[in-house]
T-cell receptor, first 116, second 115 residues
């Protein structure tokens, strides 16, 4: 069974469009994340949600809006897509740390977005 | 601001060699450090996680060490195999008020193991 899944796997769209990427985790984790990996393969966090509350927003343009209907889902909606948004977007999840328990992030397979 | 650097950026070795990948970070106030593997066109797979109170973690042919005081971690791969070819990323999780603090990733080391 897939632990963290993302849809779609590939997304090719015209500049200016609005699109959404979906993420679901079946691990029972409390925290989910969105990362962006650019063409240079540098991975940078965009958002983090803990129990449906946004706890990190790393100066991402407000065209990007994460939405978490429940703690198993964290979707990413992007308005007015720009050429520079082309990248691979990864969703991840982790359990909120309990004392003495290691916390590992589990990543989805990624969504490859290409803006034309 | 935490900065994470991985050296070398790329590494090519013949099959069977032992090798070491390096990760350095500027802020020693970390919660944990995690090593990931990324295959071309794929997502990230967690390899090893070291908590700040630990000095090393081992899994099969992999051994990761952590020296917080010097801001360094190494990933040791024994008896490398062509299947080990991938990009290896280290990620440092900041110590803060929430356990779900952000991770800062290095740029990765791209490893090629030649048969």
């Amino acid at each position: 069974d897939t632990a963290v899944s993302q849809t779609p796997k590939y997304l090719v769209t015209q500049m200016g469009n609005d699109k959404s990427i979906k993420c679901e985790q079946n691990l029972g984790h409390d925290t989910m994340y969105w990362y962006k990996q650019d063409s240079k393969k540098f991975l940078k966090i965009m958002f983090s949600y803990n129990n449906k509350e946004l706890i990190i927003n790393e100066t991402v343009p407000n065209r990007f809006s994460p939405k978490s209907p429940d703690k198993a889902h964290l979707n990413l909606h992007i308005n007015s897509l720009e050429l520079g948004d082309s990248a691979v977007y990864f969703c991840a999840s982790s359990q909120v740390e309990l004392a003495g328990v290691a916390e590992t992030q589990y990543f989805g397979p990624g969504t490859r977005l290409l803006v034309l | 601001k935490q900065e994470v650097t991985q050296i070398p950026a790329a590494l090519s070795v013949p099959e069977g060699e032992n090798l070491v990948l390096n990760c350095s970070f500027t802020d020693s106030a970390i919660y944990n450090l995690q090593w990931f593997r990324q295959d071309p066109g794929k997502g990230l797979t967690s390899l090893l996680l070291i908590q700040s109170s630990q000095r090393e973690q081992t899994s099969g042919r992999l051994n990761a060490s952590l020296d917080k005081s010097s801001g360094r971690s190494t990933l040791y791969i024994a008896a490398s195999q062509p299947g080990d070819s991938a990009t290896y990323l280290c990620a440092v999780r900041r110590k803060g008020s929430t356990n779900a603090g952000k991770s800062t990733f290095g740029d990765g080391t791209t490893l090629t193991v030649k048969p």
